[in-house]
């Protein structure tokens, strides 16, 4: 298992290919979307929905995690790093402006 930065230049393509993976191979991901504050502690967002899909906008720098019912929107990320185990994402950490988190994993 490994944990690396991607780097902003480069989210956009990331998850495009990401998305386009999990539909070329038909694949069902879960996710489960977490929100860490220091204000409110964690707060879960959802628990395991079927992922569609996740996109980077840049010229809205502004992050979409797409799940069932649900476009769970981070506007003007700062950081994301990914867990990634024989080329799949475990998860994804991202931090936005104000310092806070956002823990979405996948299974």
Known sequence: MSVRKLEKEAWEAFFDRFSREMIQNKRVDYAEIQVLSPEIGTQPETKWLPLIGITYDPKDDLLEIAVENLDHLIYHPVEIY????????????ITQEDGRKEIVELR
């Open 82 to 93: 990914v867990e990634e185990q024989d080329g799949r994402i475990n998860s994804l950490s």
